[in-house]
């Protein structure tokens, strides 16, 4: 890959080789895109369910000004819905709240708003099962996308990875969370209600009285 969006090279002085790589915005190019179903709320496959605002800034850790700022200036805009006029509602993509929260992460470190958005268009371009195996790393000044964990122990010893990011952690949060919140099948408009482990219990005690 070459060098990240700050122009920042990969083989500065001082560094030895590694086999971790500084994102570019076309890093992912020789990476086919693909379109995976993958089950979310009621069975029903992941890329047919949108979330709306309150539902992605509860499941990424946001607050609804952070999301309307980074819809407003296209560092993370809805995937499936944006907002038309006054009243509509945008609609994000269980993608797009995986990236909303590996944002707030990076911002909460100090990481710069180029470097994040070079990181989001390669999260963008990448298929579901590569963001699973992903961890994104940055030494405040490039981010880095290492794939194993050889890459990532290389890149801790070049003493330039001072903070990491396991994507397929952000992932299973996200989804956790996402399982009990309210979601919106995007072919058909209808509401799916998310499951919610008090909820359940209730059930169950109300079964045994």
């Given at each position: ?12 002085p001082g560094?030895?080789p ?24 009621g ?8 979330y ?13 000004r ?23 509602q ?12 590996i ?10 708003l180029q470097?994040?958005?070079t ?16 961890t ?14 050889d ?12 903070f ?10 996200v ?5 009990q ?12 209600v998310?499951h919610?482990?008090?909820d359940e ?6 079964r045994?009285?």
């Open positions: 890959m070459g060098s990240s969006g700050d122009g920042t090279a990969g083989g500065g560094r030895g590694v086999e971790a790589y500084p994102l570019h915005s076309s890093a992912a190019d020789h990476t086919p895109k693909r379109r995976e179903a993958v089950s979310g709320n069975g029903v496959a992941v890329e047919q369910i949108g709306r605002g309150p539902t992605a800034c509860a499941a990424a850790g946001i607050t609804y952070q999301l309307d700022y980074w819809a407003r200036t296209g560092l993370v805009e809805p995937s499936v819905r944006p907002a038309y006029g006054s009243g509509s945008r609609l994000y993509s269980f993608r797009d709240v995986v990236v909303l929260k944002v707030k992460r990076f911002l909460d470190t100090g990481v710069s470097n994040i958005r990181a989001v268009q390669h999260l963008r371009e990448r298929g579901f099962r590569d963001l699973e195996r992903m994104l790393m940055s030494d405040g000044a490039t981010v880095y996308e290492c794939s194993s964990p890459e990532v122990h290389d890149l801790l010893q070049g003493g330039q990875g001072i990491g990011i396991a994507v397929g952690v952000v992932w299973r949060d989804e956790s969370a996402l399982s919140l309210h979601g919106e099948r995007i072919d058909t408009g209808e509401t799916l998310g919610h482990p008090a219990l209730a059930r169950r005690r109300n045994a009285v």
